[in-house]
Structures are given as structure tokens and as C-alpha cells.
């Protein structure tokens, strides 16, 4: 097995940078850094997918330096990674929101996603309430990004920025509101009632939590804790969860050590290394309703159609398919809910 195996989280290549190597929790900044910059790495093969055809988003290219030359391009297997779980996500955040009513759905880590300018641009929204929540650092730079965009600042329109800086808003009347909030989400672990961590939260909606791959980088009890502040608020709450899986067997093994050589752990991998344990931290956060746990290569395999598939071959070819199934294998989609008819997601596993 290659020992420079690729994989969907981190693509620095084998070993990272010399500065980011022994970065850990001995220098809580300079590992929360690193954390932040797996955002310039997400957007990266985001970008990748849509260059190479994978995924249709006019927005990618604003939130990646472009540095002159033709955007970076992923391997095959990594454009099909990303594109399965953005898919996958879309798919999930879809059925909740045909759910009907008014919703709200909360991003942890959102980074620079590009969700939010596809489905507010979009127009269907009907008063969808946003929220995207990261470090401080990061909410200034989509700031930043979307003011000095004609084309995002379209979407969002009017923005305003809350006194202390720390959240930037925008009311789009009929089709919403959004708010990005730069907050560290081990704020919310131990947060009483009386503090407003995250203005404009609405607990009175059914609302989707969405952990693209940000919950794994919290340690386990304050992951849980994080998932526990919106449970214990809202009523109607569903979540939706993407990480790694497997750390154990060899591919598993190779994947956390490219990680820890970036300086980079992932409790929840150690925690939950199973779809079945993913599925257990659901069920035990109280997320009792329609609880499911698939790995990227299960959603590849049931719910890309004969003819996606052939499209997405003929884009690039993929002879690694071995490499391909271990990778995809080894992440996986985890959701779950309280509280909420998820009828849609039900029919989304027949
Ligand atoms: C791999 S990126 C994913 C970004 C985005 N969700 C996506 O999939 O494109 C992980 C994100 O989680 C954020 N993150 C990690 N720990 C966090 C914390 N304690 N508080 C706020 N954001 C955090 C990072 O800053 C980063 O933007």
C-alpha cells in the first residue's frame, strides 16, 4: 500500500509543511492553525471537482487564491470523494428542507462552503434562516471574499456586521437570512443560558446542525458538547455528520499518520471508528429519529445513478477502483434526528 495515500480531509502530500510537523496539543494555536488551513484544503478540491466537471458551483473560484496558473487539480479519486460527499450532503440538507415550513440550518465549520450562495441564489429558500459558524480568522476572510465580489455580494445583498465584529448578517427578505459567526465552538461546551453565543438562533424552527468535517477535530467530549448545546435548545433538530471512519486496519493506520504528521488528530476517529459506532454517538446524543451511518463508497455505489456514474467516468477515468473503494470506505455520512418528520430521509435508504 502506497504510504502517501491520498485522502478526502488533508492534501498537503506526505508529511505536510516542516513548520506544521509536531504541531499538537502541546501549542493549542498553532494546531488550531493547522486546523483552520484544512479549510484552503477543502476548498482546494472543491474547486478541483468543479474544473474537472464533477460538481457545478460558479462560486468555487472565489475562495481559492488563484496564484496565476490553472487550478490545482486532485486525483481522480479525490475529485469522486469530494463530489460523492457534497452530493451526498446536498441530498440530506434537500430532504430536510422539503420538509416544508419555515427551517434553519446551522454549519459548524462551514469555512469557506459554497453551499450557501448555490441555495440562497437560488431564490427557493422561503425565509431559510442560516447560520455559519467558524474561528474568527475564517468568517472575516468569506467576508472579505463575498464584499469584494460583485457576484456574492449580489446574493447576499445588504450586509451588516455586529458591534463587537464578531458576526457579519445579512436579511434577504422572502428568500431568508443569513448570519456568519466567527466562534470557536469549544465556546459553546460549557455555555449557560444567559450568554447569546450565537445571535439570531432560532430555537423555535426545525433546524439541521451540519458537520462537514469539523466535529472530528474537537476532542470527543466537546464534539458531544457542541451537539448537545442545539439538542438541548431546540426541539426539532436533525444532524447531519461527514468524518473518517476505520483508523485501525491499514489503510486506516497510513491515514491518521499522514494526519499526525501534519499535526493533526481526530478523536472522533479513535472514539466512533465504525459507521456502526457513528451511528451509536447519534442514538446516545438522543438523535433517535431515522439514525443512519453510510460509508462514501456505500452512497457511491446506491445513490449515484448508471448514468451519473458513466458521466463522471468519462470525465477522467479512474483505474484505481481498489484505492477508490479503501478510500471511500473510510469516510462516512452520519445522521440522525429529534423531534422532526424526516419522511424524506427514510426515502432516501428504500
Ligand atoms: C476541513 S474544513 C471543512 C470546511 C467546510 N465544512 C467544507 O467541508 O468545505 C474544517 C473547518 O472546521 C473549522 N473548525 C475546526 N475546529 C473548529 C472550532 N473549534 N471552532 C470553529 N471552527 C472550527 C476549521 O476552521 C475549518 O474551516
Known amino acids: 500500500m502506497r504510504s502517501s495515500i491520498p485522502n478526502l480531509l488533508t492534501l498537503r502530500g506526505r508529511g505536510g509543511s516542516r513548520a506544521s510537523r509536531g504541531r499538537g496539543r502541546a501549542h493549542p494555536e498553532a494546531h488550531d492553525t493547522t486546523i483552520q488551513g484544512t479549510d484552503t484544503d477543502a476548498a482546494v478540491s472543491r474547486l478541483s471537482a468543479v474544473h474537472c466537471g464533477y460538481l457545478t458551483d460558479p462560486y468555487a473560484q472565489f475562495f481559492v487564491s488563484a496564484g496565476g496558473g490553472p487550478p490545482t487539480r486532485r486525483l481522480p479519486i479525490i475529485n469522486r470523494g469530494t463530489y460523492t460527499r457534497t452530493t451526498a450532503l446536498d441530498r440530506l440538507v434537500d430532504a430536510f428542507l422539503d420538509g416544508g415550513g419555515q427551517r434553519q440550518i446551522v454549519s459548524l465549520g462551514a ?7 448555490k441555495r440562497f441564489a437560488r431564490g427557493e429558500t422561503e425565509g431559510l434562516v442560516y447560520h455559519e459558524l467558524d474561528f474568527e480568522i475564517i468568517s472575516q476572510k468569506k467576508l472579505r471574499i463575498v464584499r469584494g465580489n460583485p457576484m456574492l455580494s449580489r446574493i447576499m445583498g445588504e450586509i451588516t456586521v ?10 434577504l427578505g422572502a428568500r431568508g437570512e443569513y448570519h456568519c459567526h466567527g466562534l470557536d465552538l469549544r465556546k459553546l461546551v460549557d455555555a449557560d443560558e444567559s450568554q447569546v453565543l450565537i445571535p439570531g438562533l432560532r430555537t423555535d424552527m426545525p433546524t439541521l446542525v451540519v458537520s462537514e468535517c469539523c466535529l472530528c477535530y474537537l476532542a470527543t467530549e466537546q464534539a458531544a458538547a457542541v451537539l448537545a448545546y442545539f439538542h438541548k435548545r431546540i426541539p426539532s433538530l436533525g444532524t447531519v455528520i461527514y468524518e473518517p471512519v476505520l483508523p485501525h486496519d491499514a489503510f486506516g493506520k497510513v491515514m491518521t499518520a499522514n494526519l499526525a504528521a501534519r499535526g493533526i488528530s481526530m478523536p472522533t476517529l479513535d472514539s466512533y471508528p465504525t459507521p456502526a459506532d457513528q451511528e451509536k454517538r447519534l442514538s446516545e446524543a438522543g438523535f433517535v429519529g431515522a439514525v443512519k451511518a ?3 463508497e456505500e452512497i457511491w455505489r446506491k445513490w449515484v445513478t448508471d448514468d451519473e456514474k458513466a458521466r463522471l467516468d468519462s470525465l477522467e ?3 484505481e477502483v481498489e484505492e477508490w473503494e479503501l478510500l471511500a470506505g473510510h469516510y462516512v455520512v452520519a445522521w440522525g434526528s429529534k423531534g422532526l418528520d424526516v419522511k424524506a430521509w427514510n426515502e432516501l435508504l428504500t
Not at 455586529?162 to 445579512?170: F, G, I, V
Open 317 to 319: 477515468g479512474l483505474d
Open 294 to 296: 453510510m460509508t462514501v
Open 111 to 117: 469555512g469557506t462552503d459554497t453551499r450557501v450562495f
Open 162 to 171: 455586529s458591534e463587537d465584529a464578531t458576526c457579519w448578517s445579512s436579511e
